[in-house]
């Protein structure tokens, strides 16, 4: 009896283990694949653009890899606060932006960085509702069931109008540099009276082949646009005469692109401006290659020297003004002959002695300058001087 009692005891005992291994656990909840919203929401404005750059959320809000996303909502509004995104400006399809397997993840560099972008077109209503605020823009990803784990962080850009940019924009390069024409807009611009909002317009140069910009001037544009009318009378159109700007900050036998912007300044009290730029004018190409000569040398004067002494001729003119100006060329000939160069390297100072002439002859001088890419301007009027 012992025996079958101990036989009896191990199959039970064998049996409640069998039985306690095939108790489930305590339920998992299902996971809810809501993307981490983005922090690194970027918005930047031009004209009637708003140019909108975020990374793509790699993991969701439990820490996940982020497995399957849905749409991305671009949420809009005028006030600081967004709230919520229940009517969105734009959904964007999962389609457009790569997510977790694909793109460079799937290039076998996991957990890079994939930026998704979405430009934004501001209506003249949305830009006048309320010139001096700002219009702030979030990003909410969805999952595929239509949910999200939050905006992401807010941008916000500036929401005055924008003005057009000016017509008939030129740049043609010239004796004393890059002339920058422009004619204002045919069409009436309709601006608001508002204090807090000015417009100035601002060109810009750059080298071709740099990446930056040099500013060569900036003007008041309120004189290219339509002054308000009294009620009921139609504004007269601004004046049809070209404005015109000289540029000679710029380098010779260079290449440069111009472009015009017209700028809104929003200007309120105890804050900075804020700066909005509109569209630029077709960009215009110039190639600086000098080909002017300098102004023709004036006031030559020959006077005669050397009673007692070796005879020889003094010459003076007035001095030229050209910054590239790197000196001065003196040709003399005598009656019916040709003039011949005294000088074997240009003349730095307004003034040259001519030591190598005889008695008895007269003697016909003439003087040019010459600038530091040796074009030479034509020779002077010339002045007569007779050696006794």
Same mark, same amino acid.
């Given at each position: 009896?012992?025996?079958?009692?101990?036989?009896?005891?191990?199959?039970?005992?064998?049996?409640?283990?069998?039985?306690?291994?095939?108790?489930?656990?305590? !339920?998992?909840?299902?996971?809810?694949?809501?993307?981490?919203?983005? +922090?690194?929401?970027?918005?930047? &404005?031009?004209?009637?653009?708003?140019?909108?750059?975020?990374?793509?959320?790699?993991?969701?809000?439990?820490?996940?890899?982020?497995?399957?996303?849905?749409?991305?909502?671009?949420?809009?509004?005028? &006030?600081?606060?967004?709230?919520?995104?229940?009517?969105?400006?734009?959904?964007?399809?999962?389609?457009?932006?790569?997510?977790?397997?694909?793109?460079?993840?799937?290039?076998?560099?996991?957990?890079?960085?994939?930026?998704?972008?979405?430009?934004?077109?501001?209506?003249?209503?949305?830009?006048?509702?309320?010139?001096?605020?700002?219009?702030?823009?979030?990003?909410?990803?969805?999952?595929?069931?239509?949910?999200?784990?939050?905006?992401?962080?807010?941008?916000?850009?500036?929401?005055?109008?924008?003005?057009?940019?000016?017509?008939?924009? +030129?740049?043609?390069?010239?004796?004393?540099?890059?002339?920058?024409?422009?004619?204002?807009?045919?069409?009436?611009?309709?601006?608001?009276?508002?204090?807090?909002?000015?417009?100035?317009?601002?060109?810009?140069?750059?080298?071709?082949?740099?990446?930056?910009?040099?500013?060569?001037?900036?003007?008041?544009?309120?004189?290219?646009?339509?002054?308000?009318?009294?009620?009921?009378?139609?504004?007269?159109?601004?004046?049809?005469?070209?404005?015109?700007?000289?540029?000679? +900050?710029?380098?010779?036998?260079?290449?440069?692109?111009?472009?015009?912007?017209?700028?809104?300044?929003?200007?309120?009290?105890?804050?900075?401006?804020?700066?909005?730029?509109?569209?630029?004018? !077709?960009?215009?190409?110039?190639?600086?290659?000098?080909?002017?000569?300098?102004?023709?040398?004036?006031?030559?004067?020959?006077?005669?020297?050397?009673?007692?002494?070796?005879?020889?001729?003094?010459?003076?003119?007035?001095?030229?003004?050209?910054?590239?100006?790197?000196?001065?060329?003196?040709?003399?000939?005598?009656?019916?002959?040709?003039?011949?160069?005294?000088?074997?390297?240009?003349?730095?100072?307004?003034?040259? &002695?001519?030591?190598?002439?005889?008695?008895?002859?007269?003697?016909?001088?003439?003087?040019?300058?010459?600038?530091?890419?040796?074009?030479?301007?034509?020779?002077?009027?010339?002045?007569?001087?007779?050696?006794?």
């Amino acid at each position: 009896m012992k025996r079958v009692d101990c036989n009896v005891l191990i199959c039970v005992l064998g049996g409640a283990v069998l039985v306690s291994c095939g108790t489930p656990g305590s !339920p998992m909840p299902p996971a809810l694949e809501l993307a981490k919203p983005a +922090t690194d929401l970027h918005a930047t &404005r031009k004209g009637d653009k708003v140019y909108l750059a975020w990374t793509v959320p790699t993991k969701t809000s439990e820490g996940q890899r982020v497995r399957h996303l849905g749409p991305t909502r671009v949420c809009r509004s005028l &006030r600081v606060d967004l709230g919520d995104c229940n009517n969105p400006v734009a959904e964007i399809p999962a389609a457009r932006f790569p997510g977790p397997g694909a793109g460079p993840a799937k290039q076998g560099t996991p957990g890079a960085k994939v930026q998704a972008n979405y430009t934004d077109t501001l209506s003249r209503e949305l830009e006048t509702q309320d010139p001096i605020a700002g219009i702030t823009y979030a990003v909410s990803v969805l999952n595929q069931s239509g949910r999200s784990a939050g905006l992401s962080n807010p941008a916000k850009v500036p929401s005055a109008p924008t003005l057009p940019p000016p017509e008939y924009f +030129t740049a043609e390069v010239g004796s004393e540099g890059v002339l920058l024409s422009w004619k204002c807009p045919t069409a009436a611009v309709a601006i608001a009276a508002n204090p807090a909002l000015g417009y100035r317009l601002r060109i810009h140069r750059r080298e071709q082949g740099k990446r930056t910009d040099a500013q060569v001037s900036e003007v008041n544009f309120l004189d290219c646009v339509p002054a308000q009318s009294a009620a009921g009378q139609t504004p007269q159109p601004p004046a049809n005469e070209p404005r015109k700007i000289l540029d000679q +900050t710029f380098e010779w036998e260079k290449r440069y692109d111009y472009r015009a912007t017209v700028i809104t300044i929003v200007s309120e009290p105890g804050k900075p401006e804020v700066e909005v730029e509109g569209d630029d004018t !077709p960009v215009m190409q110039v190639l600086a290659h000098d080909v002017f000569p300098p102004a023709v040398p004036t006031g030559v004067q020959a006077v005669f020297s050397g009673a007692g002494q070796e005879p020889f001729v003094d010459l003076v003119w007035s001095p030229g003004t050209e910054a590239d100006l790197a000196g001065y060329n003196i040709y003399r000939h005598q009656d019916g002959g040709q003039p011949e160069k005294l000088n074997s390297a240009p003349v730095k100072t307004p003034a040259y &002695r001519d030591a190598g002439v005889q008695s008895g002859k007269k003697y016909f001088y003439s003087v040019s300058a010459v600038d530091e890419r040796n074009n030479e301007s034509a020779r002077s009027e010339e002045a007569v001087e007779q050696v006794p």
